[in-house]
């Protein structure tokens, strides 16, 4: 079962561009909504996060849109560059559990096009 | 800080060999996790760790097991290796505190079994 849907699986984007990744999450449990950043033979990094109390929280060039009622969320990365180039992760947490894991998103991996 | 650090960077076993995956945080988090990374599926949790002596089961613990006996570390041990274990594995640590919850990443562990 798959709580938490991705997409799209890949994506290119010429320089200057927006960047739009989507997810999709079944269990209204979850409460709290990370994004990772994954460069090539690195482990994952925190990039952004929502609260489902809020709608959007932007950090720099990087936007978390939160869509509580249709139980959707996507990041935004205004003005990509080419360093922009990895693959991104959506997750979600269910953090009143003792387990507190992340369920992950299949992942995008973004092209950035100088 | 070091961080998560993992141990071996890339491995390869026979199919039956066992070998076990080294991890250790230097951060005092009382969390630690392993995750498995197959291509275009994401991240899927083995066993998670909630403190020292304490560990419970992911989603996909078939083929391994772990031990806590001390803060610090969190070996993944593999017995009876198999070609479905080839995979990327990741070791990542939290601190349970507040709203925010952030997942430290180790480098990664490449396994390939044959």
């Known amino acids: 079962q798959q709580q938490v849907k991705q997409s799209p699986q890949s994506l290119i984007v010429q320089k200057g561009g927006i960047s739009i990744i989507n997810c999709a999450y079944e269990n209204t449990a979850f409460d709290y909504f990370p994004w990772y950043q994954q460069f090539p033979g690195k482990g994952p990094a925190l990039l952004i996060a929502i609260r489902p109390d809020v709608s959007e929280k932007k950090e720099g060039r990087f936007t978390i849109s939160f869509n509580k009622s249709a139980k959707q969320f996507s990041l935004h990365i205004m003005d990509s560059q080419p360093g922009d180039s990895a693959t991104y992760f959506c997750?979600?947490?269910?953090?009143?559990?003792?387990?507190?894991?992340?369920?992950f998103g299949s992942g995008t991996r973004l092209q950035v096009q100088p | 800080n070091a961080g998560v650090t993992q141990t071996p960077k890339f491995r390869i076993l026979k199919i039956g060999q066992s070998m076990t995956l080294q991890c250790a945080q230097d951060m005092n988090h009382n969390y630690m996790y392993w995750y498995r990374q197959d291509p275009g599926m994401g991240l899927k949790l083995i066993y998670y760790?909630?403190?020292?002596?304490?560990?419970d089961k992911g989603e996909v613990p078939n083929g391994y097991n772990v031990s806590r006996s001390t803060t610090e570390d969190f070996p993944l041990r593999l017995e009876l290796a198999a070609p479905s274990q080839t995979s990327v594995y990741f070791c990542?640590?939290?601190?349970?505190?507040?709203?925010?919850?952030?997942?430290?990443f180790g480098p990664g562990t490449r396994l390939l079994v044959l």
């Open positions: 990542a640590s939290s601190y349970r505190a507040g709203p925010q919850e952030t997942q430290y």
């Open positions: 760790s909630v403190g020292a002596g304490i560990t």
């Open positions: 997750a979600a947490l269910q953090r009143d559990t003792g387990r507190r894991a992340l369920t």
